[in-house]
């Protein structure tokens, strides 16, 4: 069965960094595209980065580009997403999810599969 679980969640004060993790299970991870998306209760999910198979293609929205970098480790069937210069805007749930294929997309629609979310907070 596929699954998705995120980590690396927490509250952090604006300008700090943190790092996200999200392992996968229960499918052949390397031949999937990961991206990572974030929710403010009563927006719409806004997608924040992509990462192709076999690892080479990256995608980034642009409020976040500079500042965030995803990467991945097939032997480990993780991806990550360092988060630096944090704004308290930035303020989310945090979910990875996948899709087959190697078109790397930050359209929420294209991922069919998603991970339960790890609530990032930035306050001071």
């Known amino acids: 069965q596929l699954q998705l679980v995120e980590s690396g969640g927490g509250l952090v004060q604006p300008g700090g960094s943190l790092r996200l993790s999200c392992a996968a299970s229960g499918f052949t991870f390397s031949i999937y595209t990961i991206g990572w998306f974030r929710q403010v209760p009563g927006k719409e999910r806004e997608g924040v980065a992509c990462i192709s198979w076999p690892g080479g293609s990256t995608n980034y929205a642009d409020s976040v580009k500079g500042r965030f970098t995803i990467s991945r480790d097939n032997a480990k069937n993780t991806v990550y997403l360092q988060m630096n210069s944090l704004k308290p805007d930035e303020t989310a749930v945090y979910y990875c999810?996948?899709?087959?294929?190697?078109?790397?997309?930050?359209?929420?629609?294209?991922?069919?599969?998603w991970g339960q979310g790890t609530q990032v907070t930035v306050s001071s």
């Open positions: 999810a996948t899709r087959t294929g190697r078109i790397c997309t930050i359209n929420e629609p294209a991922y069919p599969y």
